[in-house]
């Protein structure tokens, strides 16, 4: 009888261990079905020096920067010293790319990199200085007169000079500004354009975000934010 005992106080013992084990596995399993739930899939890769940086599809927008027509507008419209990795329009304007006026396009972001910076381990401490470097170089204004100006007797600044009316860290991993440009192209009424400038960490590298929207009135920076903070969540859970 004592060494039934004994037997069934082993087997209850290696029970609980066995119970132990496969609790343990089952929670490893979880942790890791979360942690890859929560990284954003690439819709296409892109390269920079020696790294790639995840261009994830988003809801509401096409990244299509591969499409002859998409590429050519990005590439003539950018800096030299940037690279373009990645151009997203909404569906709306995707389905109907071939047939508009792409110039005149909204709602739309490009992610971008500065050439000079892509063997550059960046850092927290990075994004502080590009954000200073960006206030000290742009026009600044205060929004809530910048505002009453806009409404009332429409922006009053140089054709293609960004101003800045925001600027803020979303996160440890990137920061954001606001600006107003004022645009005036051949054939099309001047108007303003409201964007935001991001710039966020993405698999060790500096990379830059740019999230455009046509001023209507005030409840378009409403909605800029909202929408650039979303975007710039997306890309974040894709660089993991």
């Given at each position: 009888m004592v060494e039934r005992i004994e037997v069934l106080m082993i087997s209850g013992?290696?029970?609980?261990?066995?119970?132990?084990?496969?609790l343990s596995a089952i929670i490893i399993i979880v942790s890791h079905y979360v942690a890859h739930s929560q990284h954003t899939p690439?819709?296409?890769?892109?390269?920079?020096?020696?790294?790639?940086?995840?261009?994830?599809?988003i809801d509401g927008y096409q990244e299509c920067y591969t499409e002859a027509v998409v590429k050519e507008l990005a590439d003539a419209t950018e800096v030299s010293m940037n690279s373009v990795l990645?151009?997203?329009?909404?569906?709306?304007?995707y389905d109907a790319m071939y047939s508009l006026e792409l110039v005149n396009i909204d709602d739309y972001f490009k992610v971008y990199a500065t050439n000079d910076l892509q063997n550059y381990?960046?850092?927290?401490?990075?994004?502080?200085d590009m954000r200073q470097m960006l206030s000290d170089n742009f026009i600044t204004k205060n929004w809530d007169e910048l505002s009453k100006e806009i409404d009332q007797v429409g922006l009053d600044a140089e054709i293609g000079v960004p101003v800045v009316i925001d600027s803020y860290r979303q996160n440890s991993e990137?920061?954001?500004?606001?600006?107003?440009?004022?645009?005036a192209f051949e054939g099309i009424p001047p108007?303003?354009?409201?964007?935001?400038?991001?710039?966020?960490?993405?698999?060790?590298?500096?990379v830059w975000m740019a999230y455009y929207l046509k001023y209507?009135?005030?409840?378009?920076?409403?909605?800029?934010?909202?929408?650039s903070?979303?975007?710039v969540s997306e890309l974040l859970k894709a660089s993991i």
């Open positions: 013992r290696a029970n609980e261990t066995m119970k132990k084990l496969l690439c819709a296409r890769e892109a390269t920079f020096g020696e790294k790639k940086i995840c261009l994830p599809a990645g151009f997203y329009l909404n569906t709306e304007t381990q960046a850092d927290g401490s990075l994004l502080d990137s920061f954001s500004m606001v600006l107003l440009v004022k645009y108007y303003t354009m409201a964007m935001t400038v991001n710039g966020y960490l993405s698999n060790d590298r500096l209507e009135d005030q409840e378009t920076i409403v909605r800029l934010k909202s929408n903070h979303t975007i």
